[in-house]
């Protein structure tokens, strides 16, 4: 296991077109992250994951936004009706939740960019 | 409001100089404090988190609950050390809470 893993790691599109992203965690994470990281900007949280159920959501996730987690394992992160502000950095983070905070381990991202 | 400030985009000093990245925050409760780093074409890594108390890579941070700020501190820079920083916190959800992140450049 080489850590967590996103795909694709670049994706162009259309403006109005759907895409779909997916996020590998590490293999024995429970928890899953999903932040969007635009130019100059630090990463902001979008929503996450304990095992399959969706425990959080940001504001910042519109009804056009929607993640999914099957089985707790991988997650998908899918934008409809894709618009020019949803270009960004789309980053996936794994953890393993304890007693303490977790500590977050990142993918590489999948860079969207939306003409 | 649950707020991380870096008031520094960018963080210029000559290699073995001491560096001293700044952060602040607000938060109703006892939050986790973090430091990340992101080297050139590398994805975001822990640094370091405050209840660890660690001092990873020659960095070291100190929380002031008084003053509400989580200082990154090295003595001497290594031009090594040029990446992007970011401070981030946690509260009992786990979500992070990030600032905008301030570039460091150690020159030679």
């Known amino acids: 296991d080489t850590g967590v893993s996103q795909n694709p790691r670049h994706k162009i599109t259309k403006r109005g077109q759907n895409v779909t992203f997916r996020c590998d965690p590490i293999s024995e994470h429970n928890r899953l992250y999903w932040y969007r990281q635009t130019l100059g900007q630090g990463p902001e949280f979008l929503t996450y994951f304990q095992n399959e159920a969706q425990l959080e959501k940001s504001r910042l996730l519109s009804d056009r936004f929607s993640a999914e987690r099957p089985k707790g394992s991988f997650s998908t992160l899918e934008i409809q009706r894709t618009e020019q502000g949803d270009s960004a950095m789309y980053l996936c983070a794994s953890s393993l939740s304890g007693l303490a905070i977790d500590t977050q381990y990142f993918g590489p991202g999948t860079r969207l960019t939306v003409l | 409001a649950q707020r991380v400030t870096q008031p520094e985009k960018l963080l210029s000093v000559f290699k073995g100089a001491p560096v001293e990245l700044k952060c602040n925050y607000s938060y109703s409760g006892s939050p986790e404090l973090f430091w990340y780093v992101q080297y050139s074409r590398q994805r975001l890594q822990l640094l370091l988190r405050?209840?660890s108390r660690e001092s990873i890579k020659g960095f070291t941070a100190d929380l002031n609950k008084g003053e509400t700020s989580f200082h990154l501190k090295k003595p001497f820079a290594q031009e090594e050390d040029s990446a992007m920083y970011y401070c981030a916190l946690s509260g009992n959800t786990g979500k992070l809470i990030f600032g905008q992140g301030t570039t460091l450049q150690v020159k030679p």
């Open positions: 405050h209840i």
